[in-house]
């Protein structure tokens, strides 16, 4: 069985930068699609970033130029880089394989004013 597991989260004062890690260990397929999604508060879970096999990327428009996805496959792991943090960013951030729907736990992204 594949288990993903976040971790990167934290606090961090508006106009940072934090990077988030998702690690995926058990039976890997390496060169699965990947993304990252979060939920905000009182709110439905979106998408954030997306990257392929062919290491094409893909970005939602509120964190596009801001936000930087990229894979380690020697690490089995895909992170989130993200920079001029916003508070509208504070969510949980998760982390997901395409094949077979697959998600992580999620980490908390918190961005103060």
């Known amino acids: 069985q594949v288990q993903l597991v976040e971790s990167g989260g934290g606090l961090v004062q508006a106009g940072g930068s934090l990077r988030l890690s998702c690690a995926v260990s058990g039976r890997t397929n390496s060169g699965a699609d990947m993304g990252w999604f979060r939920q905000a508060p009182g709110k439905e879970r979106e998408f954030v970033a997306r990257?392929?096999?062919?290491?094409?990327?893909d970005y939602a428009g509120s964190v596009k130029g801001r936000f930087i996805i990229s894979r380690d496959n020697a690490k089995n792991t895909v992170y989130l880089q993200m920079n001029s943090l916003k508070p509208e960013d504070t969510a949980v951030y998760y982390c997901?394989?395409?094949?077979?729907?697959?998600w992580g736990q999620g980490t908390q992204v918190t961005v103060s004013s």
């Open positions: 990257i392929r096999w062919s290491g094409m990327t």
């Open positions: 997901r394989r395409d094949r077979g729907d697959l």
